[in-house]
T-cell receptor
Framework: DAGVIQSPRHEVTEMGQEVTLRCKPI?????LFWYRQTMMRGLELLIY????????DSGMPEDRFSAKMPNASFSTLKIQPSEPRDSAVYFC????????????FGQGTRLTVV | SQQGEEDPQALSIQEGENATMNCSYK?????LQWYRQNSGRGLVHLIL?????REKHSGRLRVTLDTSKKSSSLLITASRAADTASYFC???????????FGTGTRLQVFP
């Protein structure tokens, strides 16, 4: 398996534009996580899905952020409209539900909003 | 909000020395995991210790867990320059796959 695949790796956009980040989890994994990493706030859990259903979105910063998982092999994180303070590295991770198992991370998307 | 606080925030040592990182957390956990992150890369899982375990080893890694003090430590023995990275603890909980990460320790190993 190629691991968790995220795209794009880098994204530069202007304030006010819509940004969509994509993630393909490892085949067979049924939990998917979106994290955001910044120097100031560290690694924050934004939302996690189990069996394609959003279970906990309490970390989503505001209504400008939305996430979907239409099937077991694809998820998106959308920011609309984007703001400079959204600049960060966004990671997707997946795992297999088993009562405490490791998460596998993608390489991340570095988002810069100018 | 973050569950774990790690200390030190940064650690510099010479090759061959041991590196110890500590993690404290706030609420009851099912397990505690340690991850490594090289600059600009995703996190890689190192080791998992369950709440009913006190110590675990994997190669040059030794992890301890004290649930009464809500703390864990990661020891890397005989460090190498290639161990230079940031290390994060992550807490896992009962009835959920959610993982909450600590603030991380930046380890620099000089050759």
């Amino acid at each position: 398996d190629a691991g968790v695949i995220q795209s794009p790796r880098h994204e530069v956009t202007e304030m006010g534009q819509e940004v969509t980040l994509r993630c393909k989890p490892i085949s067979g994994h049924n939990s998917l996580f979106w994290y955001r990493q910044t120097m100031m706030r560290g690694l924050e859990l934004l939302i996690y899905f189990n069996n394609n259903v959003p279970i906990d979105d309490s970390g989503m910063p505001e209504d400008r952020f939305s996430a979907k998982m239409p099937n077991a092999s694809f998820s998106t994180l959308k920011i609309q409209p984007s703001e400079p303070r959204d600049s960060a590295v966004y990671f997707c991770a997946s795992s297999y539900t088993g009562g405490g198992t490791e998460a596998f991370f993608g390489q991340g998307t570095r988002l810069t909003v100018v | 909000s973050q569950q774990g606080e790690e200390d030190p925030q940064a650690l510099s040592i010479q090759e061959g020395e041991n590196a110890t990182m500590n993690c404290s957390y706030k609420t009851s956990i099912n397990n505690l995991q340690w991850y490594r992150q090289n600059s600009g890369r995703g996190l890689v899982h190192l080791i998992l210790i369950r709440s009913n375990e006190r110590e675990k080893h994997s190669g040059r890694l030794r992890v301890t867990l004290d649930t009464s003090k809500k703390s864990s430590s990661l020891l890397i023995t005989a460090s190498r320059a290639a161990d230079t990275a940031s290390y994060f603890c992550a807490t896992g909980f009962y009835n959920t796959d959610k993982l909450i990460f600590g603030t991380g320790t930046r380890l620099q190993v000089f050759p």
